[in-house]
């Protein structure tokens, strides 16, 4: 059985031309640079740059790969899942941009964020064109049978909604304390599995699924999307998530899986002390790299890491089950073989 990294090759040189042509989309502004003079007088020279800077900046691209994976394993409309995969992933990307200024983050896959560059106010505009741009060129795409357009737009603008309400919720956690676990889960659920939703159930519409198969990729986009999350604050303890030493989620004020599974249970006193620490960091305070590394060491002997590492499995095992039932052996293989790479946690 083929990983899925080497499908994942097999389709990425067709998303890397469907992006890239999209770019020229005068919905993006790029194709009209010509029109706009050295003034750049409707501002479509500007936007068309920031959009591809975004665009550029890489990335594993698994949101935009999935649809082809899915689909050309089950010998699908291919051409219409590569557009659909490409429309996706620049809404993704829109998605980065707005977090990247409410996060505060400069840097992106080793690179200066859009809003350092700029400016926020700039960098917010891009966000905007690429979440609604892709929308309207995925329904007047004729590589995307008509039947199936309207479906595949309403689902990602669902998606998109979704996703922004997860990100209302995110910010509005940061000021709960304490945070359950239910509520974590719940931030995740929102603002990861929309889009892996849209991924997935847009190859069940491509490939004429029926009901209870297009339930059952809502299932296992669910079961993907919190794993995701988990595993990222499982690799962020284990300091293979490639930000440097280990717990740089911590060295941000960020709650984690691993922190809370840990704190259940906790001595009153080791709480309190982990969550003032926690609410230092948030503020901007920074954390001494022992005061995190002793954190982590207290995470891993209270078995949180372990405890969110389990759930991970457990994740990756319903995303599998229901992915089988959606698109059968072929297409759900092809969600299995990505939910056996998840399980390795080396970044």
Not at 232 to 259: H, Q
Not at 282 to 300: E, M, N, P, R
């Amino acid at each position: 059985m083929l990983d899925f990294d080497a499908r994942a090759a097999a389709q990425r040189a067709a998303l890397e031309a469907q992006l890239l042509a999209l770019m020229d989309d005068p919905a993006l502004g790029a194709v009209q640079h010509h029109l706009s003079g050295p003034a750049d007088r409707n501002g479509s020279r500007l936007l068309g740059a920031m959009v591809a800077d975004q665009a550029a900046a890489g990335g594993k691209r698994v949101r935009g790969l999935l649809p082809a994976v899915i689909v050309s394993a089950c010998v699908g409309p291919v051409e219409a899942a590569v557009a659909l995969g490409a429309a996706i992933e620049l809404v993704h990307n829109g998605t980065l941009a707005h977090d990247d200024i409410q996060d505060g983050d400069r840097l992106r896959r080793g690179r200066p964020t859009l809003w350092t560059i700029h400016g926020q106010a700039q960098a917010i505009n891009a966000g905007d064109a690429l979440l609604v741009a892709p929308l309207a060129w995925l329904a007047r795409c004729d590589r995307v049978p008509a039947a199936c357009r309207g479906e595949l737009v309403a689902l990602i603008a669902d998606a998109i909604v979704e996703t922004i309400r997860g990100q209302v919720a995110d910010l509005a956690l940061r000021e709960r304390d304490p945070i359950a676990i239910d509520d974590l889960v719940a931030v995740h659920l929102a603002k990861t599995a929309p889009l892996f939703g849209a991924c997935l159930e847009g190859a069940a519409v491509l490939l004429c699924a029926t009901a209870s198969q297009r339930a059952a990729a809502q299932r296992a986009a669910a079961a993907l999307g919190l794993a995701f999350q988990i595993r990222d604050d499982v690799i962020d303890a284990l300091g293979t998530k490639g930000r440097g030493l280990a717990g740089a989620d911590l060295r941000e004020g960020k709650v984690t899986a691993p922190i809370l599974l840990a704190l259940a249970g906790a001595d009153d006193g080791d709480a309190e002390r982990l969550r003032a620490d926690l609410r230092r960091a948030a503020a901007g305070g920074q954390l001494d790299d022992a005061v995190v590394a002793s954190w982590i060491a207290w995470t891993a002997a209270r078995g949180g890491i372990s405890a969110a590492t389990d759930w991970l499995a457990r994740l990756l095992d319903e995303a599998r089950t229901a992915a089988l039932e959606a698109f059968g052996s072929c297409g759900g293989g092809a969600v299995v073989a990505l939910c056996d790479r998840l399980a390795h946690l080396d970044g």
